[in-house]
Structure formats: C-alpha cells, structure tokens
C-alpha cells in the first residue's frame, strides 16, 4: 500500500486550509488543534487492532477420510471432570452443545443415543495475555517537512500495554468403532465480559461454524 499520493493530497488540502488561517490570524489555534485529532486517530488505530476476530484451524487423519465423508450420526462424550468453573459449567457446556448441533444438524447429520458414527468431545481453556501497541502520534509514518511548512515537532512514539483473556475451544471428533480420534478443530478469540449471553452465544457459532466449514475434509486427489 503506498501512501505518497494520498499524503500529497492530504498535504495540498492541508496547506491552503493553514493558508487562510495565516490570513485571519487563527494560524496558533489551527495548528494546535491539529494535534489531538492524530491523538484520536492514533487511538482508534489501536481500538481496531484489539477487535481481532476468531483464529480457526482444523486437522484430521489423512488415513480416515472415508469414514469422515460417510459418518452420518453422532453422540456426545461426557464432558471432562474438573475444577474449572470458569470454563466447565452447564452454561457454557449449554453453548457449546448448541452451536455444535446447529451446525451439524444444519449439514444433516443426527444426534443418537446408539450407535453413533463418531463421538463428540470438547475442551476449553482460557489465558491471559498481553496486547503491545507502539503508534507513533503522526499516523505511524515519519513526518516529512513537504507535507506542511508549520512542523509539529517530532513523532514520539506511543506505547500501550493491554491486558485481556484469550478462550480456545477444541472440538474431537472419535471414531466411534476404533475409538480413534479422526478430526480435531480449534478456536481462538479474545473473551470480552461485558458482552451478553445473545452475544457469547454468536460468537460460539462463529467459532464452531469456522471449524466445520469445511467438514467433511475432501479426498486428495
């Protein structure tokens, strides 16, 4: 992406708006207020940044992909027995379940009580991390003394650090005949608190339907 040509349009725009405030002696207010609109635009380039959306990746046994394409009916395994409320709970179990048989259901496959083609687990983790942002104040670019003749100062870097939780969701489809793990789809997205039940539900779906897009995997040729 090149920015020359918008910044000399930006610059042409910018100096005849500088001009007329030489002319009725506003230059010192223009000029000033200059500078917390690249704060703002500084800010919201960060804002977007943390909007990241949900990371999908998927892997299956090359060597199962007939039975993948021929499975029809499936069951839930158990969910795993631990202390982690935060993650296993009837709630988010609810969630899960749902947005799994949605999609499922949606490409015609059938929940069973016996007999089922494939098993159903699922796993959950939540982590913290750390978002590092460096922007500098001037759209991240070094400032050219072309683009105004009333120079601001130098670009001073800002550094902001942000802390937020990261949920994976891991879905494992079985087997159910060898008992094999055949397929594994993973998710990974940015847990937001403030968000609603409607809303944590959405996301679930995105996370399950972007695993299982491309389900069942295609034949190499």
Known sequence: MRAGPTRRLESQAGNSHLHGA????????????????LVVVSLLVLALAACAGIET????????????????????LPSPHTQNSQVYNPIVESRVRKAVEQELQSRGYQEVSQNPDF?????????????????????????????????????VPETRVREYQEGTLILDFIDAA??????????????????????????????????????????KK
């Open 119 to 155: 098993k159903i687990g699922w796993h959950g983790a939540v982590d913290q991390k750390l978002d590092v942002q460096t922007v500098d104040q001037y759209y991240g670019y070094a400032w050219d003394p072309w683009y105004s003749p009333f120079y601001l100062g130098p670009s």
């Open 178 to 219: 060898s008992n094999k793990l055949v397929w594994r789809g993973t998710a990974q997205a940015e847990l937001r608190e403030s968000a609603s039940a409607s809303k944590r539900q959405e996301r679930l779906n995105e996370a399950v339907h972007g695993m299982l897009k491309d389900f069942p995997p295609k034949p």
């Open 22 to 37: 030489v002319c009725h002696g506003s230059l010192h207010r223009e000029v000033f207020m200059l500078r917390p609109r």
């Open 57 to 76: 990746r998927t892997d299956y046994d090359p060597g199962s992909v007939d039975k993948l394409t021929g499975y029809r009916t499936y069951a839930w």
